[in-house]
């Protein structure tokens, strides 16, 4: 049986049994998805995973680099993408799962502000925060039109939900 199937895979291949290790894979937006068959394997190690190819499903995917990509990015979009692992004409499907769980960062962790009375403060040029979904941020409206010093917080979100709060002790001159 043994040399029948050498026989076969040699001139077309005998269909191997895998297991995939989810069939839902969740992953941090801007992480890398590689096309790698044995990433998504059970016991990857027991498969010839060079008869294997993944591919995508969904439309709007480009490879790059053998990771998966949304056209137009550098990584794949937030969202659930629908891939197969491709054996000859035979594809198992299993899902992809791109999620914004983790808050902006801030490259300047600003603890004190000194503004002018009346000034309309650009908060990104303050907190020079970012995020692959966006950074929006929330302070108070008339944060410059009380000459008082007192504490605000600013919270800087993104799109998702996913926020971050920096105590400013406020100056107005």
Known sequence: MAALCAAVTFLAGCKQNFALTNRTFVLELGSDVYGNPALYLND???VDTSKLSVEPV???ITVT???FVTVGLDYLSVGEYDFVIRQGEE???FRIKIKDTKPPALSTPV???DVTYGQEVDWNSVFHGNDLSG????APADLSW???E???QIKVRDRFGNSVTQTVHIRVH
């Open 58 to 60: 969904s439309p709007g």
């Open 91 to 93: 594809t198992t499907p």
């Open 135 to 138: 950074v929006y941020y929330e």
């Open 146 to 148: 009380n000459t008082t």
């Open 65 to 67: 680099d053998n990771r």
């Open 111 to 113: 603890t004190e502000l």
């Open 44 to 46: 990857p190690e027991t």
């Open 150 to 152: 007192r504490d605000e």
